[in-house]
Each structure stands twice: as C-alpha cells, then as structure tokens.
C-alpha cells in the first residue's frame, strides 16, 4: 500500500512515460519516496516494483547502483568523497580519512549526534577539480584540501548550533 502523501507525486511521474513503459520512472519514484522517508527500506522497493510492474529485483539493483538512493537511514548532512583514480591520485583517499579523523567515525558510519554519514564514491565527473565531494546529493564541493574539509564540517556544525 502506497502511503496517500507520495502517491499523486508517483502518479505524475509515471504519467510522463507510456503505460507500457512506466518503468521508466523508477529513478523519479526511488527519489520520491527518498524525500519522504529519509531512505529507501527494502520494504519501498517491493511496493514501488507492484507499482511499476517490475520485478522486485530489478529494483533493488537500481536502488544499489547508485549512491544517491540510501539504503538506510543516513545523518543530516550525507558527505560523498570520491576515491576513483583520478580522485586518489590528488588526495582523495587523504581527504576521506581526514573526515574520518575530524568526525571521528570511518566510512559508512554515521557521527553519533546525526548530522553526519561519510560515504566513498565513484566518480563525480570533475577529476580535474579533485579531490572533490558531493554534499547531500547536491552541493560538489571542489579542491578540497584539509582546511577547506575543516570549514566544511565546521561551519554546518556552527549552523546546527544557531537552529
């Protein structure tokens, strides 16, 4: 059953593809029901692959592909560093651990208060800009040298504060 508050905004994405191919709005309908839950249960997907007429599997290997769809509940702030190649050889690993070190969590984690999960991620697709992040799915932060990460963190910690 498709909770009333996400159904009509479903509808209006599927509508946008021929009933035939409704499928096609899958990525839309996991970030729907990511807005509304926070995350996307195993539970979302079986309801979306009945709403879709997809096979539960399929997905799930779509909700697993990409790093965008959480899988679990994630902290306030969702950090994405990039460790592909490119990313590693001008100091992406560096950038990650240093995170790890600053937060006080490893990847994956989530910091005890909430506010934040640090996540490895592919390729960003600005290897010249490295290393570089992506701030809840968002923001790409560029050149993210240590002082520029302690910023960063620093100052959303500092506007946590003021709320």
Same mark, same amino acid.
């Given at each position: 059953m498709i909770? #009333?508050?996400?159904? @009509?905004r479903l509808d209006r994405e599927v509508a946008k593809y021929p009933a035939d191919q409704k499928q096609s709005a899958v990525m839309a309908c996991l970030q729907i029901v990511?807005? $509304?839950q926070g995350f996307v249960s195993g539970e979302s997907e079986k309801m979306l692959a009945d709403y879709l007429g997809m096979a539960p599997m399929a997905v799930h290997e779509v909700t697993t592909f990409y790093n965008m769809y959480n899988q679990r509940p994630v902290g306030k702030y +969702? =950090?994405? %560093?990039? *460790?592909? /190649?490119?990313?590693? /050889?001008? !100091? &992406?690993? +560096? @950038?990650l651990h240093h995170l #790890?070190? +600053? /937060? &006080?969590i490893a990847m &994956? #984690? *989530?910091t005890a208060d909430g506010l934040f *999960? =640090?996540?490895q991620s #592919?390729? /960003? &697709? $600005?290897? @010249? !800009?490295?290393? %570089?992040?992506l701030v809840n799915d968002i923001s790409m932060c560029s050149f993210m040298s240590n002082e520029k990460l302690d910023q960063l963190i620093d100052g959303l910690k500092s506007a946590e504060a003021k709320v």
């Open positions: 909770p #009333e508050s996400i159904q @009509a990511q807005q $509304a +969702k =950090l994405n %560093v990039c *460790t592909n /190649l490119p990313c590693q /050889l001008r !100091d &992406g690993y +560096k @950038a #790890e070190h +600053k /937060l &006080g &994956g #984690e *989530t *999960t =640090l996540q #592919e390729c /960003l &697709g $600005a290897c @010249a !800009d490295s290393p %570089v992040m």
